[in-house]
């Protein structure tokens, strides 16, 4: 999955630097320059091609350097992990996947089901999925479901509904939208709409560390902290590593899952 996850994204990047030349080359038939000053004006059209390119080498050489890796597939249930690496997928549609600290692929967090009217706005701008109610999925590495929540309200206020495998509701994450640019703020509750944690994380780097009522670290994550002696399989400068405690309950951990999911699923930017 890690090398497939590499080479989708060289893929992608053929296509955007396709797509670049294509509108450099109708522009400049179109508009042919005639003037040092307007062939000056055309220097920008070199940045989102020299990006394209470097995307290219970039993502062709670590798939180089993973591809003959025999990495396979985790026979860990999410709920059994300690440690979790998080990594955005090279697709159009967002997608985050889920790794163990040794590359073994465990699962996915994903979209459960997506009108047509959302696919523009999740191709160009998926910024704005946290404005939209929606409702995903944290799927084993088989794609079976094993936990759902529904994310519903957005100016001032979201909503999510956390449901276990069975689809039975365990409870909900209600969290503050009007500051979370600076501080993330929210309240985990559980099916009786009891207070189980409060929530805290950093609005521009998304780092958090919850503790239970005991001071118990239930959920640890520090952006831009990665263990060295894994690199040589997550070869990205930027890889996201989230730590949870291995006595926490089950229930209490498909709550924690479904929180963390959210969370970053909410941050990606294309």
Same mark, same amino acid.
């Given at each position: 999955?890690?090398?497939?996850?590499?080479?989708?994204?060289?893929?992608?990047?053929?296509?955007?630097?396709?797509? =670049?030349?294509?509108?450099?080359?109708?522009?400049?038939?179109?508009?042919?320059?005639?003037?040092?000053?307007?062939?000056?004006?055309?220097?920008?059209?070199?940045?989102?091609?020299?990006?394209?390119?470097?995307?290219?080498?970039?993502?062709? =050489?670590?798939?180089?350097?993973?591809?003959?890796?025999?990495?396979?597939?985790?026979?860990?249930?999410?709920?059994?992990?300690?440690?979790?690496?998080?990594? %955005?997928?090279?697709?159009?549609?967002?997608?985050?996947?889920?790794?163990? %600290?040794?590359?073994?692929?465990?699962?996915?967090?994903?979209?459960?089901?997506?009108?047509?009217?959302?696919?523009?706005?999740?191709?160009?701008?998926?910024?704005?999925?946290?404005?939209?109610?929606?409702?995903?999925?944290?799927?084993?590495?088989?794609?079976?479901?094993?936990? =759902?929540?529904?994310?519903?309200?957005?100016?001032?206020?979201?909503?999510?509904?956390?449901?276990?495998?069975?689809?039975? @509701?365990?409870?909900?994450?209600?969290?503050?939208?009007?500051?979370?640019?600076?501080?993330? @703020?929210?309240?985990?509750?559980?099916?009786?709409?009891?207070?189980?944690?409060?929530?805290?994380?950093?609005?521009?780097s998304g780092s958090f560390s919850w503790n239970d009522q005991q001071g118990r670290r239930l959920a640890y994550f520090y952006n831009?902290?990665?263990?060295?002696?894994?690199?040589?399989?997550?070869?990205?400068?930027?890889?996201?590593?989230?730590?949870?405690?291995?006595?926490?309950?089950?229930?209490? @951990?498909?709550?924690?899952?479904?929180?963390?999911?959210?969370?970053?699923?909410?941050?990606? %930017?294309?």
């Open positions: 999955m890690l090398a497939e996850m590499y080479k989708k994204r060289e893929r992608l990047a053929y296509l955007f630097l396709g797509g =670049t030349l294509v509108v450099a080359l109708v522009f400049f038939f179109v508009t042919t320059p005639e003037t040092s000053t307007e062939w000056i004006e055309l220097l920008p059209l070199l940045f989102p091609i020299g990006l394209s390119v470097a995307v290219v080498l970039i993502s062709r =050489t670590h798939y180089k350097k993973v591809k003959d890796i025999e990495i396979p597939r985790s026979e860990k249930q999410l709920l059994d992990l300690k440690d979790i690496v998080i990594k %955005k997928d090279a697709a159009l549609i967002p997608r985050l996947l889920l790794f163990e %600290k040794s590359g073994q692929y465990v699962g996915s967090v994903e979209i459960a089901k997506i009108p047509w009217w959302m696919y523009p706005f999740l191709i160009f701008a998926s910024s704005l999925i946290s404005l939209l109610p929606m409702t995903y999925k944290l799927a084993s590495n088989d794609g079976t479901s094993e936990i =759902t929540f529904r994310k519903t309200g957005w100016l001032k206020q979201s909503e999510v509904e956390i449901f276990n495998k069975e689809q039975e @509701k365990i409870g909900t994450y209600i969290q503050e939208e009007l500051k979370a640019l600076f501080n993330i @703020k929210g309240v985990l509750y559980d099916e009786k709409e009891e207070e189980l944690l409060s929530i805290k994380a950093s609005g521009f831009g902290i990665f263990p060295h002696e894994y690199t040589h399989l997550f070869r990205d400068t930027h890889n996201d590593i989230v730590e949870l405690a291995d006595d926490t309950a089950d229930k209490d @951990k498909v709550r924690l899952l479904a929180v963390i999911g959210f969370i970053f699923f909410t941050r990606i %930017k294309q």
